[in-house]
């Protein structure tokens, strides 16, 4: 089982920063992946971004491509979520994702409860 503890949200102006982190722990984490998603008013979950474990490659959604940074810190367990010039269309709630396969939508993806990210205008 993995346990996912998010941090890092908060209210922030348009063109704003913010860092979101995500440290999991469990007898079976880490997992091959992890990732953000998010849920933004009245939308699906969307993917945000990801990376793997070992090797550290990302991907980005094309909506944050240039502007978030997905990272990793294996000795604290943790991933980052650096997120900069944000966008009121950036607000949601952002998800913390860990599993052993790129796509996070099959079972067995672990899940963490979420922290709020606001953008206001």
């Known amino acids: 089982q993995v346990r996912l503890e998010e941090s890092g949200g908060g209210l922030v102006q348009a063109g704003g920063s913010l860092r979101l982190s995500c440290t999991g722990s469990?007898?079976?984490?880490?997992?091959?992946?992890m990732g953000w998603y998010r849920r933004r008013p009245e939308t699906e979950a969307e993917f945000v971004a990801s990376i793997s474990w070992t090797g550290g490659t990302t991907r980005y959604a094309d909506s944050v491509k240039g502007r978030f940074a997905i990272a990793k810190d294996n000795a604290k367990n943790t991933v980052y979520l650096e997120m900069n010039n944000l966008e009121p269309t950036d607000t949601g709630t952002y998800h913390c994702?860990?599993?052993?396969?790129?796509?996070?939508?099959?079972?067995?993806?672990?899940w963490g409860q979420g922290t709020q990210v606001t953008v206001s205008s």
């Open positions: 994702a860990a599993a052993n396969v790129q796509n996070f939508l099959f079972p067995g993806t672990s």
């Open positions: 469990g007898r079976t984490f880490p997992t091959n992946f």
